[in-house]
């Protein structure tokens, strides 16, 4: 079998205005918007990365931002929740800070781990889980070193057929770890990290809708790959399973495979070079639109299409 994953690499959203989801994501949640750049299969549209400091693997949540889109709803086959990992003494702090900013918060706990629920805007999920994982976060945005965020935690998925995503998951590396009446965990762990971190992936096993694509919805989650040859490696296996799947695609930033198993739900497999740092000034990371070669020739046309977009006063 080819490599196995190492956990998440990203989630990716589909939000209605740009500047709204920077002032959220960079201005409240205090991530650093590390790459402005624009939707490949879409010129016209911006395709906005937050993260740490260096926009590591892990750490990233993307948008789509798709003003004239409709709604969507949340639903089956479809990653309902993207989930943040703060310092297990910071949920106070982002209570206080959430309903300051006007966010509902909803407190709750999962397998024994604090969270925090509420929604970005557009109305697309997300939680904060309190739990001692590190990754080094990025610390010139609102939030104090001591609780700003730290990479992603993980994600929940409703999928239309909950043992079909099960063999998504365990194919690609991940374990099942704890079992509740209404949520099956999965969890893989990096063992090359100092704190063998763990990425999640909670299947919700509630009966649910069916959901339709649109602006605060998720759109897939992506999980680490070595390399490109990891990726070939993997598509061949998901054709012989007759899965629905793309060809290895080049995102500049990374190379990409995008499959959709029986259980519905679209998972990417990216590879974690070259990176959100690749041909970019760290200190001036996502200020400006940043462009492939093969699309350079379009700039002017592409930035006179896009909304100039302004990042938070302290960033
Ligand atoms: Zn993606």
Redesign the pocket.
Known sequence: MPPETTGLH?V?AIVGDAQQNVDFYAGVLGLRLVKQTINFEDLLQHHLYYGNRTGDPGTVI?AFPSPEADPGRIGKPQVSTAAFAIPPDSIDYWVDHLEAEGVDVFAGERFGESILAFSDPDGTPLELVATDTFVEPWTDGPIPREHAIRGLHGVTVLPANPYGTATVLETLGFDLVEESEDVVRYAVEDSSSPDSRRSVVDIDLSAAEFGREGTGTHH?V?VRMPDEDALHAWRAVFADRDYDVSRVKDRHYFH?LYVRGPGGVLV?L?TTSPGLTAGEDLAHLGESLSLPDWFEDDRDLIEQQLPTLELPRNQ
């Open positions: 990203h990716t993307t897939h992506a990409s990417e990216a």
